[in-house]
C-alpha cells in the first residue's frame, strides 16, 4: 500500500486507537498489500468519544457495553443497575480505552495486516 | 474478555451482591425495609430503572415470599439463580481444572448478537421498565 494511503488512514483514524499502537499501524498498512485497503476501509471503527457520550448517558443500562460487543457484560450491567452504580460510573473512564481496544482488535483480525494483538 | 478476568469480575460482583443482600436482610428484621437506593437513573431522575427492585425482589424471596418478589421484579429471581448457581458452577471448574463456565459464557454472547433474541430481551427489559415505573419502585 501507498505511503500517501497509509498516512491518510492514520490521519483520519488515529484517535480510534491507542496511541502507542499508531505507529505500527502504519508500517503494517504501508507494508500491506494494495488489497487490503477495501477490507481496512470497511471496518467499523468505533469512536471513543461518541461511546464515552453513550457511557455518560446510558451506562447504567448497559448500552455501552452492548455497543461495544461485550453483551455479556451489557447484560451484566443492565440486571445490577450498571453494577450498583459503581461500575457505570468506572466506565465513564474505562469505555475510551476499551473502544481503542474493540477497534484495535477488528484491525487485528484482517489477516493480511499481520497485527498480532491479544489485548 | 479473557477467562481469567472473567472469573474474577464475576467473584467480585458475587461478594459484593451477597454483602449488599446480607447487609440488607440483616437491616430488614432489625429496622426498616427500605433498600438504599445506588442506581444512578434512580438518584438523577427519581425514575426507576428496569433493574431497580433487584435488591428487593432478593430479600422477599429469602423470605420466603416468592409472589411479592415477582411483584417487585421478576429479573430478582433470575438474580437469585445466578447468585445460587455460579459459586457453585466456578468450584466446579477450579476443582475439574476445566474452563465450561467461560465457554458458557461465550456462547451466551453470540447467542445475543443473534437479532430476534436481542429484540426479544429487548422488549422484555422494556415491559419490566415500563412496570416499574407504573408501580412507582
Known amino acids: 500500500m501507498s505511503e500517501q494511503k497509509a498516512d491518510m488512514f492514520i490521519m483520519t483514524n488515529a484517535k480510534m486507537f491507542e496511541s502507542h499502537m499508531v505507529p505500527t499501524i502504519r508500517e503494517k498498512l504501508v507494508d500491506a498489500d494494495d488489497r487490503t485497503w477495501s477490507a481496512v476501509q470497511t471496518l467499523n ?7 464515552l457520550i453513550v457511557s455518560l448517558l446510558g451506562g447504567s443500562l448497559g448500552i455501552d457495553r ?13 440486571l445490577t443497575c450498571g ?9 465513564w473512564f474505562m469505555i ?9 482488535m477488528k484491525l487485528s483480525q484482517i489477516p493480511e495486516l499481520g497485527i498480532n494483538y491479544v489485548g | 474478555m479473557s477467562a481469567k478476568k472473567l472469573y474474577l469480575f464475576t467473584i467480585i460482583g458475587l461478594l459484593l451482591g451477597y454483602a449488599w443482600i446480607g447487609f440488607h436482610t440483616i437491616k430488614a428484621q432489625q429496622e426498616s425495609e427500605k433498600v438504599y437506593p445506588t442506581c444512578l437513573i434512580k438518584i438523577t431522575t427519581g425514575y426507576p430503572c428496569p433493574a431497580c427492585g433487584t435488591s428487593r425482589s432478593i430479600i422477599s424471596l429469602v423470605d420466603g415470599n416468592i409472589k411479592q418478589a415477582i411483584y417487585t421484579n ?14 457453585f458452577w466456578m468450584l466446579f471448574d477450579a476443582i475439574r481444572k476445566r474452563q465450561t463456565y467461560w465457554k ?3 456462547k451466551m454472547e453470540t447467542f445475543f448478537n443473534y437479532k430476534p433474541i436481542l429484540i426479544l430481551f429487548i422488549i422484555i ?8 415505573i407504573y408501580k412507582g419502585l
Open chain 2, 74 to 87: 421478576p429479573f430478582g429471581l433470575l438474580m437469585a439463580f445466578l447468585m445460587l448457581l455460579l459459586p
Open chain 2, 104 to 106: 458458557a459464557y461465550q
Open chain 1, 83 to 91: 453494577g450498583f452504580g459503581i461500575w457505570a460510573i468506572v466506565d
Open chain 1, 45 to 51: 471503527l468505533k469512536d471513543p468519544t461518541t461511546m
Open chain 2, 125 to 132: 427489559v422494556l415491559a419490566n421498565w415500563i412496570w416499574n
Open chain 1, 96 to 104: 475510551q480505552g476499551a473502544t481503542r481496544k474493540k477497534n484495535m
Open chain 1, 66 to 78: 452492548f455497543m461495544l460487543g461485550d453483551t455479556g457484560m451489557g447484560v451484566g450491567k443492565l
